[in-house]
């Protein structure tokens, strides 16, 4: 069971046959799915389903207008290599999380996840230390969420709205 507040990284291959690769703030592969001629509203209503999208990478740059579009869509910040991924490059990615892609739109959606979660797994454990050390683990998601959104701009502002909107305060 997810609980629909997970905040979710999403590698997005757009095309004819279009992939979707999903990690936790954590790193860890929640699901990766290709499947041809997906329509925008299928591919979020895939998405949703595991959580909440914080994050859309791509392998390209420039940023290709679908995956910007779809992050519009979903009111997201979007993610792209200062240069495109080479196939080397993606396949040392997607060999350091032991995964296997079924296909190369697979293997680019994961790689681009990997490459955004790698951009921001420094974050990610000053989240989760700090959650930590106040014994509230349980809001990781939650704070993570609300830097990436830009919604808070320190880790103390991002707690303290997380834990007003837990207990209703207002």
């Known amino acids: 069971m997810t609980t629909a507040r997970k905040a979710l990284?999403?590698?997005?291959?757009?095309g004819?046959?279009?992939a979707i690769s999903i990690l936790d703030m954590h790193g860890n592969l929640v699901s990766l799915i290709s499947k041809r001629d997906a329509a925008k509203a299928?591919?979020?209503?895939?998405?949703?389903?595991?959580?909440r999208p914080v994050i859309i990478s791509t392998d390209k740059n420039p940023l290709p207008r679908s995956v910007g579009k779809l992050a519009s869509?979903?009111?997201?910040?979007?993610?792209?290599?200062e240069m495109s991924l080479s196939h080397t490059q993606k396949e040392e990615l997607v060999r350091e999380l032991e995964v296997e892609a079924k296909n190369r739109h697979e293997m680019d959606a994961l790689a681009a996840s990997i490459k955004a979660w790698k951009n921001y797994r420094?974050?990610?454990?000053?989240v989760s230390n700090a959650l930590k050390k106040l014994g509230l683990t349980d809001l990781f998601d939650v704070v993570l969420e609300k830097l990436?959104?830009?919604?808070?701009?320190?880790?103390?502002?991002?707690?303290?709205k997380a834990l007003l909107e837990k207990y209703k305060i207002s």
């Not at 299928?42 to 959580?51: A, N, P, Q, V």
């Not at 990436?148 to 303290?160: G, W």
């Open 148 to 160: 990436l959104r830009k919604e808070s701009y320190s880790v103390h502002e991002a707690v303290n």
């Open 16 to 18: 004819i046959t279009s």
């Open 9 to 14: 990284i999403v590698g997005y291959d757009p």
């Open 42 to 51: 299928d591919i979020i209503k895939m998405i949703s389903e595991f959580g």
């Open 122 to 126: 420094e974050l990610s454990v000053k």
């Open 73 to 81: 869509n979903l009111g997201i910040k979007p993610f792209y290599p």
